[in-house]
């Protein structure tokens, strides 16, 4: 399916910003939304949640992704994924965020984030080129 003819980049990354003002973030105050648009065309997004054992905290991205498992199951597949912030700052997804979602996110499947210098989107082959994976 092509993410383009399901939803446009902007709608996707405003899907995101909406769930980032859920974010639960009294620690760093830093509130992040992701939206992923799965194969099939259904939207899920997630907040980071923090928690005072820093170690604990979920981020947006790995929230979408267990809300995408536990409605869809396993089966599913990531088409395209937006990040955004609530804070006006860089925020690609972090390594660990990688690494989980490499095992559900389409090579070629775009990842939109604030980069330093706007906007930014990034086949996700490219934010992480070195995954660890069962294929």
Known sequence: MDWVNTMNPEALRRQAAIAAEHAYAPYSHF?????LLLTTGEVVTGANVENASYGLTLCAERSALVRAIAE???QIRIAAVAIT???GAASPPCGAC???LAEFTELDAPILFPGEKGPMTVPFKEVHPFSFSLK
């Open 31 to 35: 509130r992040v939304g992701a939206a």
């Open 85 to 87: 912030n609530l804070n």
């Open 72 to 74: 869809y199951g396993p």
């Open 98 to 100: 990688r690494q989980v």
